[in-house]
């Protein structure tokens, strides 16, 4: 299996050849993407939500990200590996957005990143870029500018955000990033903005037209099924599976019929005579 790197992503925007890439957190679910021919592992902040039980990304820490970053990194060796930069980490200046990006990749060993935003984090991207750090950028619905949005709302569905969409998307390209994740937007936005640009969009809830899509491995794999957003295809139902085996072991543990002889260590049982 050949490793995907940025230059793949520029090769399959010239072919017009579809992009695959999944979120991914933990070495052991790395190991088995890196085995599916998925091009792209994106290490989000949505960890927050999938892994640590919280209600938004905005408490992530770049500690966080390095730690589930360099687990991805030691399972996956074929995917290109995108790194997310939390809230707070590149918005106090270049300077720190340089540093913190550096951080995710000397000690996540992520071979990108990505950042929210676009005309407002045109710099940080142009800097990031300029310190040899790939730059994977996300426009439309930005989870880490949820209080400003006041709540996970589509956008690019009046005047005012289509113009915004496409404004950003101009600018993260000028800036250097060598991809734009699109969240959350009407497929005719979404085209348009494929079309228009020369490097590859990623498409979540965006439509068919984009160069490639991501998912969340939770929702698509079906193992919540308390909220299941409308962008999300069910390719497989693990939590049902992962629940009649943890119930199917605890029956087993308390019926007596786990651990059964063949689970069991021999000994000579003379040693233990007079003891």
């Known amino acids: ?28 679910t790395a190991k088995l993407v890196d085995q599916s021919g998925i091009d792209s592992i994106l290490v989000g902040d949505s960890l927050g939500m999938t892994m640590l039980g919280y209600e938004d990304t905005l ?12 687990a991805v990194a030691r399972g996956a060796k074929h ?12 918005s106090t200046g270049v300077r720190d957005a340089v540093i913190n990006a550096g951080r995710l990749i000397q000690e996540g060993h992520a071979h990108a990143v990505k950042l929210e935003g676009g005309v407002e984090v045109k710099d940080e991207i ?21 209080n400003t949005f006041g709540g996970f709302k589509v956008q690019g569905k009046d005047e005012a955000t289509v113009n ?3 404004a950003d998307a101009k600018a993260v390209e000028e ?10 937007v009407p497929a005719p936005l979404a085209k348009k903005v494929t079309e228009m640009l020369s490097i590859p969009t990623i498409g979540i809830g ?6 490639g899509q ?60 007079e003891k």
């Not at 408490?59 to 360099?70: C, F």
């Not at 250097?176 to 994740?181: N, R």
């Open 164 to 166: 915004k969409l496409l």
């Open 206 to 211: 965006a439509g068919v037209d984009c160069d």
């Open 214 to 273: 991501v998912l969340v491995y939770q929702d698509m794999l079906g193992m919540f099924d308390d909220f299941v957003p409308k962008f999300v295809k069910q390719f497989a139902h693990v939590g049902e599976a992962m629940v009649k085996g943890f119930k199917d072991y605890d029956e087993a543990v308390k019926n007596k019929s786990f651990p059964t002889k063949e689970h069991e260590f021999s000994m000579d049982e003379s040693l233990l005579d």
């Open 59 to 70: 408490s992530v820490t770049l500690e966080d990200m390095i730690h589930h970053s360099a």
């Open 1 to 28: 299996m050949k490793k995907v790197t940025v230059n793949t992503f520029r090769e399959r925007k010239e072919a017009a050849e579809k992009l695959t890439m999944i979120t991914c957190y933990d070495y052991s």
């Open 126 to 146: 142009a800097a990031i870029v300029a310190a040899k750090i790939p730059v994977c950028a996300h426009i439309g619905l930005t989870p880490q500018s949820v």
């Open 79 to 90: 995917p290109l590996i995108v790194c997310d930069m939390p809230f707070m980490t590149y």
């Open 175 to 184: 800036a250097g990033a060598f991809a734009v994740v699109i969240e959350c």
